[in-house]
């Protein structure tokens, strides 16, 4: 079956006193090529968790994920991640960081840079292509970290709150920027998000997570991320159903909060 | 600062102002006397103090006495008609008291003779503490005419080559050390103990130690530097490692990266600034040791120099001596920074 699969992954992490953290149970999903997935959820309910099994630096304790029919055994090219930041390699120039990738894969200079400059100059970095990341404000950095994932051609991206840490109005570009480059590259996207509006902004369809255990919740198809791709991002907040389907995944979590902090009270 | 209130103390003529310096010129005090048959005289003690020491002039009447004093000694008075002074300026005086007087101090010893000293002011003598132009003097003549037989850059060659030889033994095995530490349990298993107990130990308190194993000469210092650089270096490579980010190194595999290749293109140049940081520490550490180092036996070398002009009390060539091996150590550092700012330029930007 082409498309990512998770077979009922569960994940339980052992602590050092005996007891155990049960992270994530029987979790199911499958996304097939080309969907964009977005994952919500109160901290702590092991979407971070979920996303590192995926890219395979971590083995869950039980379930079985595939990619296009074939097992997934630790991290790999085919499959990309994109991290929230400090992800960049800092000792190199920015096009050596955008061709780490093919390098790494010992292919020849000429087979890469054309597709390399190709893709700069599509996150807007053609002019940046030699400095160093440390010259870069926040937002070109995850530029580039967009960039060097879409150079090595990976079926899946994976993206860990990858504009977390980015102010408002950089953000907002970028929220456009991913939208435009899922649509161009028809790549199956995973992100990982904390912020309600970028899910639904982002997300073709969406997944909320409880916590304790880590499961899911409740799965959402929604026609944003569809309309964001012909029209400015800023119209399609004003759509009637964003505000509704925000208000109430937003009071799902709230409520879930409450809980946590209900079960962490002492009885009275 | 430093440097004025050393020009101040020394009486330096590069400085304008000066502590009171030792009295020189002419000074008198009248003293009474009492002959063996008890009888009062008066007299007048007349002193000359300087370098040179010549008697004052007009030394007439047969109370006067001339004495010549140099500076910062004492002088024994010897009275007329072998009397017995009683007072000075008017104040008794008793075997073992003193009397203040114009310029000096006059005081009397166990057996009754009155000895001067003249007043010696705040400033310091040149065998305790040379003036800023006479260590200058010492440099430019050291300079020309080496000392102990070898020149001045001699000297400063010999300790910086050792320090060169240590450091690099030290790096060379150090940094391989603290790689394996930082990457395999095992290593850190076997290693960590050694490192952190050897760590804290002073390498002056090896110098005993490599002097038994590897002799006084070469080897031992040599031996010693590499101690002393060893282990600064080890747990920087160390410390390079572990302080990688997870994420940097989960993006290098998921871009498909081998272990490898992470090591070589992501951990070694992660661990950079950590080992430059490190390498500054280590040849500051170095230098200090070649320099105690050459103190227990050496033919050339910084710290020989010193310890051989201070056993003959050449205050001047110790400060000269120190003084150049700040100038060097700092020099080194500063050598290294800009290596540090061209090499590893996102030092801290990370």
């Known amino acids: 079956m082409p498309g990512l699969t998770l077979n009922n992954i569960s994940m339980r992490f052992d602590l050092p006193n005996g007891s155990h953290v049960q992270a994530l149970q029987d979790v199911s999903l499958h996304l097939a090529k080309g969907e964009l997935l977005s994952v919500l959820g109160p901290s702590g309910c092991g979407k971070t968790t979920l996303l590192n099994i995926v890219a395979g630096f971590l083995a869950p304790t039980s379930g079985e994920i595939t990619l296009n029919g074939h097992a997934v055994r630790g991290p790999d090219a085919e499959r990309g991640m994109v991290f929230q930041e400090g992800a960049l390699f800092e000792w190199m120039n920015v096009r050596d960081n955008v061709s780490f990738g093919p390098r790494m894969a010992g292919r020849r200079k000429s087979d890469y840079l054309p597709e390399v400059d190709r893709l700069l100059e599509i996150v807007g970095l053609k002019d940046f292509r030699d400095k160093a990341i440390y010259e870069l404000s926040g937002g070109m950095q995850q530029r580039v970290a967009l960039a060097r994932c879409l150079a090595n051609d990976p079926d899946v991206i994976l993206m860990d709150e990858p504009l977390g840490a980015l102010d408002a109005l950089t953000r907002e570009k970028m929220q456009a920027l991913v939208l435009k480059l899922w649509k161009e590259t028809g790549k199956t996207v995973m992100l990982i998000t904390h912020s309600v509006e970028e899910a639904l902004l982002l997300g073709e369809r969406l997944i909320v997570m409880a916590p304790r255990p880590g499961r899911i919740h409740k799965e959402y198809r929604l026609p944003f991320a569809e309309l964001g791709a012909g029209m400015d991002l800023r119209e399609v907040k004003k759509h009637p159903d964003f505000g509704t389907t925000r208000e109430e995944i937003l009071s799902m979590i709230w409520n879930m909060e409450e809980e946590i902090m209900g079960h962490m009270e002492p009885a009275s | ?350």
């Open chain 2, 1 to 350: 600062m430093i440097f004025l209130l050393w020009g101040a103390f020394t009486g330096s003529r590069l400085v304008p102002l000066h502590v009171p310096g030792p009295f020189a010129g002419e000074t008198s005090f009248t003293y009474q006397s009492e002959s063996e048959g008890g009888q009062l005289s008066d007299g007048r003690v007349r002193i000359a103090v300087g370098p040179d020491g010549a008697l004052p002039a007009g030394a007439e009447t047969s109370e006067d006495v001339a004495v010549a004093v140099q500076s910062g000694r004492n002088k024994l008075i010897q009275l007329p008609d072998d009397a017995r002074a009683v007072s000075v300026n008017g104040t008794g005086i008793a075997p073992g008291g003193a009397v203040p007087v114009e310029d000096g101090t006059v005081s009397m010893t166990a057996k009754g003779t009155l000895s001067f000293a003249a007043e010696r002011g705040l400033q310091m003598e040149p065998i305790w503490l040379p003036s800023p132009e006479a260590v200058v003097g010492r440099f430019i003549e050291v300079m020309a005419n080496g000392y102990q037989n070898h020149s001045l850059w001699e000297h400063i060659g010999a300790s910086l080559l050792r320090v060169l030889a240590g450091f690099s033994l030290g790096a060379l095995v150090g940094i391989p050390l603290g790689y394996a530490m930082g990457l395999s349990g095992w290593f850190r298993g076997w290693f960590d103990p050694i490192v952190e107990f050897m760590r804290p130990v002073p390498p002056l308190a090896l110098i005993p130690l490599v002097i038994i194993w590897f002799g006084i000469w070469e080897t031992g210092k040599v031996v010693l530097l590499f101690l002393a650089a060893l282990w600064v270096m080890a747990i920087a490579a160390r410390a390079g490692v572990s302080g990688v980010r997870i994420s940097k190194i989960h993006a290098a595999y998921s871009l498909g990266a081998s272990k490898w290749q992470i090591l070589r293109h992501v951990i070694v140049p992660n661990s950079l600034p950590e080992i430059f940081t490190g390498a500054r520490v280590a040849m500051g550490v170095c230098w200090g040791t070649v320099v105690a180092a050459e103190l227990v036996a050496a033919q050339m070398g910084a710290g020989m120099m010193i310890i051989a002009a201070a056993k003959f009390q050449l205050t001047d060539i110790v400060m000269m001596g120190i003084i150049l091996i700040g100038l060097i150590g700092f020099g080194i550092d500063m050598l290294m920074r800009q290596a540090e700012s061209r090499l590893v330029p996102w030092k801290g930007r990370g």
